[in-house]
């Protein structure tokens, strides 16, 4: 009988189709096999990438007018040479430093403050009717909408600019919040209580590690908002940051500056979310593939 | 292991005048009346029906998660208030933690109980060793065959030495051969830790092969409307189901269900449709018969 479940039963390998013929050594050659699809779209993102680069390079040594105007627009060249410059400007460093810091502050109050009232809001009703309307109303409100509200609220520009950056990252994490509180599957709030668990270790066991995955989609799309909402800020009433220095760099007609501060906020916003993705796979094991 | 063994047997249920109805749109749904069961404790103890009787409904009861609209539900005479470890349930959905391995999903239990966590790991091994998991424990549930799945979920309801096994249609999601391993290693498992066992399924040859008595439920409004010993020797083989005592026991439950699956069809496809099942059409459409 343990031999029949075991065959009925036993996970099957994943084994490589034993028709292909083993043209490389065996290990490099089922190396390749195995990473075959990852190796091909790293070779066309690279290419495609290098199109975008040369593309851009064409646009701009030709100063192409077409609909557009590719004039004033820098070459990737020149966006390179103001970048080898950068690197070494203390300031330029303080900017990406200063938005980092507001992005952190701001996007990680939201997650302390979002992430557990959703919890809560989806365990009790009467605290999910007190505050959803609320938070319904305020929810379509852009965080640029509220700049000049939050320079009123805030004695300084820095407190606003994180507030606005908190109020962009916070809609999106409670809602998915709530929302992974909403489908916990109640089967298995069954199971943990004919096992003895109480209120506190079902919510423990149950419901917060079922809502993670709706969790890190929060966070995840709210760390997006948080960059557009700190960029629009710093825009707005900045003195110092990537917004700020992509803004002042169109007012002081240093034009490879603003391509500068275009790729610098891409990288920023790319590397927090990589970040997230990474945090994502840490706390929740057992969605790995 | 130890703690189960040694636990006197325990585990007798007994509901008396049960009713359950749901409150809906439409008024009062009545989903089972009048029902009376007992299981003794050690033994083995099904009810079959067909689908939508009940007995999920019943079962729930059992477990204390749904309550009674009349009647009492008891265990070694204490009323069942609400769910607990005492009870343990296995789910046709499997119902396991997707947020943990294997070896966790069984300690559940003993970890809400409070005992240290290389006692209650020594425990899970020593389980998931007796229903041939050992080798999966790191494993998380979504990488398990649906046979798997189901063995951890009746080793996790087991560890906790529950008074009372409570299974709701277990194997239904399971293939013909697979169902029947499980079988034999429910079979096993109860007869080694001499708990109670109340098994629901719509699977006559399931309840017949498994079970020391059988209840067999009327279609809705769900009531007990026989219940029939089951006198077949222990341990009992595969071969067994080819036995004329075990064809007749079959023939009986057979038609006292499928009366009430006719009538359970009848409600939804009405009257006419119910003789329809018996009209012989004589090369005639339907639509000319009816
Ligand atoms: N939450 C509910 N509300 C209303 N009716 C329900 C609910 N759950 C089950 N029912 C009804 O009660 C009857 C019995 O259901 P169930 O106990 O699940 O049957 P079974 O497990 O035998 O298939 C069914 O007709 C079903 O439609
Ligand atoms: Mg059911």
């Known amino acids: 009988?343990?031999?029949?479940?075991?065959?009925?039963?036993?996970?099957?390998?994943?084994?490589?189709?034993?028709?292909?013929?083993?043209?490389?050594?065996?290990?490099?050659?089922?190396?390749?096999?195995?990473?075959?699809?990852?190796?091909?779209?790293?070779?066309?993102?690279?290419?495609?990438?290098?199109?975008?680069?040369?593309?851009?390079?064409?646009?701009?040594?030709?100063?192409?007018?077409?609909?557009?105007?590719?004039?004033?627009?820098?070459?990737?060249?020149?966006?390179?040479?103001?970048?080898?410059?950068?690197?070494?400007?203390?300031?330029?460093?303080?900017?990406?430093?200063?938005?980092?810091?507001?992005?952190?502050?701001?996007?990680?109050?939201?997650?302390?403050?979002?992430?557990?009232?959703?919890?809560?809001m989806g365990r009790f009703k009467l605290v999910h009717e007190a505050v959803f309307p609320v938070a319904e109303v305020l929810r379509p409100i852009p965080a640029i909408a509220w700049v000049p509200m939050a320079i009123m609220l805030w004695p300084t520009n820095e407190q606003s600019i994180v507030f606005i950056t908190f109020l962009g990252s916070f809609f999106p994490i409670l809602v998915n919040t709530l929302h992974g509180m909403s489908l916990v599957d109640p089967v298995l709030v069954r199971a943990a209580q004919c096992l003895g668990a109480r209120e506190r270790s079902i919510f423990r066991e149950v419901y917060f590690p079922a809502s993670l995955p709706h969790i890190f989609t929060g966070l995840t799309i709210g760390m997006g908002v948080a960059w557009v909402s700190l960029i629009a800020a710093e825009m707005i009433s900045g003195q110092y940051g990537i917004g700020y220095f992509t803004w002042e760099a169109y007012s002081l007609v240093q034009y490879a500056d603003i391509a500068l501060g275009m790729i610098a906020i891409g990288v920023l916003g790319l590397g927090s979310s990589l970040l997230i993705r990474g945090a994502g796979q840490l706390v929740m094991p057992w969605r790995a593939k | 292991m130890s703690a189960m063994a040694t636990a006197t047997p325990q585990g007798h249920i007994e509901v008396e005048n049960f009713s359950l109805s749901y409150e809906t749109i439409d008024g009062l749904v009545d989903a089972v009346t009048n029902t009376h069961i007992h299981v003794k404790p050690g033994e083995f103890v099904s009810i079959v029906g067909p689908s939508g009787c009940g007995k999920s409904t019943f079962l729930n009861a059992v477990a204390g998660f749904l309550k009674p609209t009349t009647g009492t539900i008891t265990v070694d005479g204490e009323r069942v208030s609400g769910p607990s470890a005492?009870?343990?349930?296995?789910?046709?959905?499997?119902?396991?933690?997707?947020?943990?391995?294997?070896?966790?999903?069984?300690?559940?239990?003993?970890?809400?109980?409070?005992?240290?966590?290389?006692?209650?790991?020594?425990?899970?091994?020593?389980?998931?060793?007796?229903?041939?998991?050992?080798?999966?424990?790191?494993?998380?549930?979504?990488?398990?065959?649906?046979?798997?799945?189901?063995?951890?979920?009746?080793?996790?309801?087991?560890?906790?030495?529950?008074?009372?096994?409570?299974?709701?249609?277990?194997?239904?999601?399971?293939?013909?051969?697979?169902?029947?391993?499980?079988?034999?290693?429910?079979?096993?498992?109860?007869?080694?830790?001499?708990?109670?066992?109340l098994f629901v399924t719509h699977d006559i040859d399931e309840a017949i092969f498994l079970s020391d008595r059988v209840y067999c439920m009327t279609a809705r409004p769900g009531s007990i409307k026989a219940e029939i010993p089951i006198p077949l020797e222990r341990p009992r083989q595969q071969s067994v189901m080819m036995s004329s005592e075990f064809l007749a026991l079959r023939r009986g439950l057979m038609s006292l269900i499928r009366e009430e699956s006719l009538k359970a069809m009848g409600g939804e496809i009405n009257d006419l449709g119910m003789q329809g099942l018996n009209i012989e059409l004589h090369g005639h459409s339907l639509v000319e018969v009816l």
């Open chain 1, 1 to 120: 009988m343990p031999a029949a479940a075991a065959v009925t039963e036993s996970m099957s390998a994943p084994v490589t189709a034993p028709t292909a013929p083993p043209s490389f050594g065996a290990p490099a050659g089922r190396w390749y096999r195995l990473n075959q699809n990852r190796l091909r779209a790293t070779a066309i993102g690279v290419i495609s990438l290098a199109a975008f680069l040369l593309v851009w390079h064409l646009l701009t040594t030709y100063r192409v007018v077409f609909f557009v105007r590719f004039t004033n627009v820098p070459s990737p060249l020149a966006v390179y040479a103001s970048f080898t410059k950068a690197i070494h400007d203390p300031k330029f460093l303080l900017h990406i430093l200063l938005s980092c810091r507001r992005i952190f502050i701001g996007f990680s109050l939201a997650a302390i403050v979002g992430v557990p009232l959703g919890l809560i």
């Open chain 2, 86 to 197: 005492e009870r343990g349930m296995v789910f046709q959905q499997y119902s396991l933690f997707p947020w943990k391995t294997v070896r966790e999903n069984v300690e559940f239990g003993l970890k809400m109980r409070g005992m240290p966590r290389s006692q209650r790991e020594r425990a899970a091994r020593t389980l998931l060793g007796l229903a041939g998991l050992e080798a999966f424990e790191k494993h998380y549930p979504e990488k398990l065959s649906g046979g798997m799945k189901q063995r951890v979920g009746i080793v996790r309801a087991l560890a906790t030495g529950p008074k009372v096994l409570l299974l709701d249609e277990p194997f239904g999601a399971l293939d013909a051969q697979t169902r029947v391993i499980m079988q034999q290693i429910l079979t096993n498992m109860w007869q080694r830790l001499k708990i109670s066992v």
